[in-house]
């Protein structure tokens, strides 16, 4: 093989490469599977969507379709709105969007809703129940709620 095709066989196999690599996922070792509060961040969202306490999950990193298992019902106030999570939560995941979301609703005033998608828009997350929305600033996202109390409680408070 004379240089000029050594040279293109190695740089076709370091495009090759690289182009494996930057389409891949990482790896992890079973101690570093991501948890799904990982998973949130890896998709621009913050972490405190999920309540504390998650007890695993599954994703297809091909069609982004998730299911977040919690150890029972989770549910808390933070201000006018009252919100629950079921023992399954599924939906889809991409960049900055969860959509067909089940399993996690809002009562707002007498009302429970289902909360069908989020998305990240910017510095805003924005809730849709389908016939409405509503946006917040991500800082009011920095702490993950606990269940049964929410975001302002002592570790005896929460169930």
Known sequence: MDSATLLKFLISLAATLYLILIHSNPAYSDDE???PYDVLQNYYFPVSLLPEGVIGYELNNTTGKFTVYLNDICSFSEGIYKLKYERTVKGYISKGKLSSLEGVS????????NI????????????SVGVGKAEFPIEYFV???????GLNCSRRQAR
């Open 33 to 35: 599977h991501p948890t």
């Open 143 to 149: 702490k993950s709620p606990q269940c049964g109390c």
């Open 106 to 113: 809002v009562k707002f005033f007498y009302v429970w809703m």
């Open 116 to 127: 069908v998608e989020i998305l990240r828009r910017g510095n805003d997350i924005e809730f």
